[in-house]
């Protein structure tokens, strides 16, 4: 039997396995790296989602309670204007422009809730998500001065809570009715901040 | 059963020739991809820590990582927050939801 050995190859072998070496912790340290991003990117992204989406319901709670005031301000306008009827008409058209834009802001919403659900929106399939808060506005019949205002069926919350996730990262927003008034007559507006999650406050309550 | 082993002798001049050459190019590519990996994994590491710890305090939350010497100044419309790792320095901005631009 014939046996053969060429040392040659015994000097490039420990350089290889440096090589192989450095290469296999370059892509794991790479590969963590990576993850951290993708991690970061997630939250920023649900952020901006949990951003957009707060801001959103906030502007269209606060446009439909403006109109509110609006249209208990046209609706006594409309009962001063007796003594000037040609007022009337227009008040009355002021009067429909409000209800129109306050339909118009609950309908968007429900398409918006809609959109959530479905991951139509800012989400993508495999968030977790709680359902976006409702709109809980009510129109009584009109009366014979037109339109009434819109009414929030049971009590009003003190905040409207929106929280969405993926795997361990979340994003979770409150709106949350300003604490001074900004005009007299007005109802404090409504402003949105950013949150501890729901999933955490569980999280803490459980231990 | 014999065996024979065959040694060629006079190449260990060669061998060591070729090592030599090899430590060459292998051992500074080896350390300048070692330096690049090492500064890029502590930015990477510093950052995160740094992104983690700011949003634990923008959210109200226990921060995540402890033993960090984050530097935060929060304002009415943002958050921000420094992190010193080494000579490595890095700085990151929240805004506060009411003044988010998205």
């Known amino acids: ?207 | 059963m014999s065996s024979l082993i065959v040694v060629k002798t006079g190449e260990s001049g060669q061998s060591l020739l070729e090592f030599a050459v090899s430590l060459l190019v292998i051992v500074p590519v080896l350390i300048a991809a070692a330096g690049l990996l090492g500064g890029e994994w502590r930015r990477t590491r510093c950052a995160y820590r740094l992104f983690e710890t700011a949003r634990a305090q923008l959210n109200r939350t226990r921060p995540m990582l402890q033993n960090s010497f984050v530097q935060i100044q929060e304002t009415s419309e943002d958050l921000r927050a420094q992190l010193h790792c080494g000579n490595i320095s890095e700085q990151i901005r929240f805004p506060k939801l009411e003044y988010a631009q998205f």
């Open chain 1, 1 to 207: 039997m014939r046996n053969s050995k060429n040392n040659m190859g015994s000097l490039h072998f420990p350089m290889l396995m440096a090589v192989a070496v450095l290469v296999l912790s370059g892509i794991g340290v790479w590969g963590l790296m990576n993850h951290w991003r993708m991690l970061v990117g997630t939250q920023l992204r649900l952020d901006r989602c949990i951003g957009s989406i707060s801001q959103e319901f906030r502007n269209r709670m606060n446009t439909i309670e403006r109109a509110n005031s609006n249209i208990k301000r046209l609706r006594l306008a409309i009962v001063a204007a007796t003594l000037e009827p040609s007022l009337i008409p227009p008040l009355k058209a002021g009067l429909t422009l409000e209800i129109v834009l306050q339909d118009a802001n609950l309908a968007a919403w429900k398409l918006r809730q809609l959109q959530w659900v479905t991951y139509q929106g800012c989400l993508k399939p495999g968030d977790w998500y709680l359902p976006l808060p409702s709109m809980q506005w009510t129109r009584l019949p009109d009366d014979p001065l037109g339109p009434m205002p819109l009414q929030w069926s049971g009590a009003s919350p003190g905040f409207f809570h929106i929280e969405a996730g993926r795997g361990s990262r979340t994003s979770a927003a409150q709106i949350l009715r300003e604490s001074e008034k900004r005009e007299f007559y007005a109802q404090p507006k409504l402003m949105a901040r950013w949150t501890t999650p729901k999933k955490f406050l569980a999280r803490a309550n459980l231990y």
